[in-house]
Nanobody, 120 residues
Framework: QVQLVESGGGLVQPGGSLRLSCVAS????????MGWYRQAPGKQRELVAQ???????EYADSVKGRFIISRDNAMNPVYLQMNSLKPERTGDYYC??????????????WGQGTQVTVSS
């Protein structure tokens, strides 16, 4: 089994920055993609940023130019640098990964989330 654990959430003032981290552990053969989703209170989960191994990052239009998803060469851990935060970015942030646990078996995994509150 694979586990994803996020960290780095918290309270930040509008205009501030936070860096979220996600570490994958367990039966990992190969990581194909990692990403971040946000779920605001009462809303559906939505994509914030993601990238695939060897590919370019993808961002939601609302965060382009302000957020950066990064990874080391092994895509683990993966970080989300969030700059110029706005109150509407408040929510629970979830790490997700498409991970092979063997040469032929892959699955999608989710972390338990980390809360981000942007407020003065």
């Amino acid at each position: 089994q694979v586990q994803l654990v996020e960290s780095g959430g918290g309270l930040v003032q509008p205009g501030g920055s936070l860096r979220l981290s996600c570490v994958a552990s367990g039966s990992i053969f190969r990581i194909v993609a990692m990403g971040w989703y946000r779920q605001a209170p009462g809303k559906q989960r939505e994509l914030v940023a993601q990238r695939t191994a060897g590919g370019s990052p993808e961002y939601a239009d609302s965060v382009k130019g302000r957020f950066i998803i990064s990874r080391d060469n092994a895509m683990n851990p993966v970080y989300l640098q969030m700059n110029s935060l706005k109150p509407e970015r408040t929510g629970d942030y979830y790490c997700t990964g498409k991970i092979y646990s063997s040469m032929s078996t892959w699955d999608g995994f989710w972390g338990q989330g980390t809360q981000v509150t942007v407020s003065s």
